[in-house]
């Protein structure tokens, strides 16, 4: 065998490995690439949370939930909270019928059960606030309405939420606990449209959260009644099994559970869990 041929064997067989060399790298780089690709996309490099997150909650908590919405946009930017509000027992319907969502919070417990009972919760929900019944009246109260008894009078028109929505629900339990009867002129399908009957004078009176006498300012005038503090609702909020942000589900709950979230709450009516 000749020098020239040595030389030209020994040049093939370095090619050779450097070409597999090669090849392993890319295909290294190849997997890193997968296995990032599969990552929680949820999550951005520095670990904070991104992307939009969907909130589904009772409708008495749009005021102080839109204020903590914006509080996480900011403190997280690249994220997006959005928002349905409405009836819980709606909500959950909606929830368990396969709408896509992140977080829920419920105005009671048992609207939540719907949720937990379906195996839709990833986890067990925590009672983050607390809320209880109030009157509201036209502004003035020109009716003169004291106490809860006042409203079963047949010349008032009196509007209460649904029986299966929790501010309904919460209120029979109070009309209960005074031995009561009422009639009312309407029942609505969540703790806003009652209080809107009032704002807009379709009717003179109506049981809803002191949270939304608060929130409605001068439209409308709260009475305080003694029965009200036998239907005081606790308010329940869990991370959805199926959420497609579990990383930002995590990080508003945290939130509205902080004392900063709890400041938010309080200072709209809502009571300490």
Same mark, same amino acid.
């Given at each position: 065998?000749?020098?020239?041929?040595?030389?030209?064997?020994?040049?093939? *067989?370095?090619?050779?490995?450097?070409?597999?060399?090669? %090849?392993?790298?890319?295909?290294?780089?190849?997997?890193?690439?997968?296995?990032?690709?599969?990552?929680?996309?949820?999550a951005?490099?520095?670990?904070?949370?991104?992307?939009?997150?969907?909130?589904?909650?009772?409708?008495?908590?749009?005021?102080?939930?839109?204020t903590?919405?914006?509080?996480?946009?900011?403190?997280?930017?690249?994220?997006?909270?959005?928002?349905?509000?409405?009836?819980?027992?709606?909500?959950?319907?909606?929830?368990?019928?396969?709408?896509?969502?992140d977080?829920?919070?419920?105005?009671?417990?048992?609207?939540?059960?719907?949720?937990?009972?379906?195996?839709?919760?990833?986890?067990?929900?925590?009672?983050?606030?607390?809320?209880?019944?109030?009157?509201?009246?036209?502004?003035?109260?020109?009716?003169?309405?004291?106490?809860?008894?006042?409203?079963?009078?047949?010349?008032?028109?009196?509007?209460?939420?649904?029986?299966?929505?929790?501010?309904?629900?919460?209120?029979?339990?109070?009309?209960?606990?005074?031995?009561?009867k009422?009639?009312?002129?309407?029942?609505?399908?969540?703790?806003?449209?009652?209080?809107?009957?009032?704002?807009?004078?379709?009717?003179?009176?109506?049981?809803?959260? *002191?949270?939304?006498?608060?929130?409605?300012?001068?439209?409308?005038?709260?009475?305080?009644?003694?029965?009200?503090?036998?239907?005081?609702n606790?308010?329940?909020?869990?991370?959805?099994?199926?959420?497609?942000?579990?990383?930002?589900?995590?990080?508003?709950?945290?939130?509205?559970?902080?004392?900063e979230?709890?400041?938010?709450?309080?200072?709209?009516?809502? %009571?300490?869990?």
């Amino acid at each position: 065998m000749t020098r020239t041929v040595r030389r030209t064997r020994r040049i093939v *067989q370095v090619t050779g490995v450097s070409a597999a060399a090669l %090849l392993a790298l890319s295909a290294c780089a190849s997997s890193d690439d997968s296995s990032s690709a599969g990552s929680d996309s949820s999550a951005s490099a520095s670990g904070k949370p991104s992307g939009t997150v969907t909130v589904f909650a009772a409708a008495s908590l749009k005021e102080s939930f839109t204020t903590l919405g914006k509080q996480f946009e900011k403190a997280n930017p690249g994220t997006k909270v959005t928002f349905s509000f409405g009836g819980s027992d709606s909500l959950a319907a909606s929830i368990t019928g396969g709408a896509p969502a992140d977080v829920f919070a419920a105005a009671s417990p048992k609207t939540m059960k719907i949720v937990t009972d379906a195996g839709g919760a990833a986890g067990s929900p925590a009672t983050f606030v607390r809320n209880q019944l109030e009157i509201a009246t036209l502004p003035g109260n020109p009716d003169k309405v004291d106490s809860l008894k006042d409203l079963t009078d047949s010349k008032l028109k009196v509007v209460l939420c649904a029986k299966e929505v929790p501010c309904g629900a919460a209120a029979q339990k109070a009309l209960d606990a005074g031995k009561l009867k009422l009639t009312p002129v309407s029942y609505e399908q969540d703790v806003k449209a009652a209080l809107t009957k009032v704002e807009l004078k379709e009717a003179d009176a109506a049981v809803v959260y *002191q949270t939304d006498v608060k929130a409605a300012g001068g439209k409308v005038e709260g009475v305080n009644f003694p029965e009200s503090a036998d239907a005081v609702n606790d308010y329940p909020i869990a991370q959805l099994k199926d959420s497609k942000n579990a990383a930002a589900a995590k990080a508003f709950i945290e939130l509205v559970r902080s004392a900063e979230g709890q400041k938010v709450l309080t200072s709209a009516g809502f %009571l300490k869990p």
